[in-house]
């Protein structure tokens, strides 16, 4: 089992910063996979980003050049640096993990945290 808690949501302006956290417990490793999704009020869960081992590194075309990912192995956790954020990068921001490779289906990761929230304001 993989427990999952995110941390670091809030009110952002558009334009502003925001860095998201995410603390692995239980079997995670570093081979696994860990991705971050977001879920705007009425809409499907979308990927965001994901991070195998430390340097391998996927995006949504909607995310790239404005956001990181990146992990500390040694603290089991992964973060999202949110920079230049826009108005609708407004949603629940979910972190999930899974073994294998990367993929951009969250139907094929089995772990999942409760979730954070974050609002960007224009």
């Known amino acids: 089992q993989v427990q999952l808690v995110e941390s670091g949501g809030g009110l952002a302006q558009a334009g502003g910063s925001l860095k998201l956290s995410c603390a692995a417990s239980?079997?995670?490793?570093?081979?696994?996979?860990m991705g971050w999704f977001r879920q705007a009020p009425g809409k499907e869960r979308d990927f965001v980003a994901a991070?195998?081992?430390?340097?391998?590194?996927y995006y949504a075309d909607s995310v790239k050049g404005r956001f990181t990912i990146s992990r500390d192995i040694i603290k089991n956790t992964v973060y999202l640096q949110m920079n230049n954020l826009k108005p609708e990068d407004t949603a629940d921001y979910y972190c999930?993990?899974?073994?294998?490779?990367?993929?951009?289906?969250?139907?094929?990761?089995?772990?999942w945290g409760r979730g954070t929230q974050v609002t960007v304001s224009s």
């Open positions: 999930a993990s899974r073994q294998g490779r990367i993929v951009t289906d969250a139907s094929e990761y089995p772990y």
């Open positions: 991070i195998i081992w430390r340097t391998v590194t």
């Open positions: 239980g079997r995670a490793s570093s081979n696994y996979v």
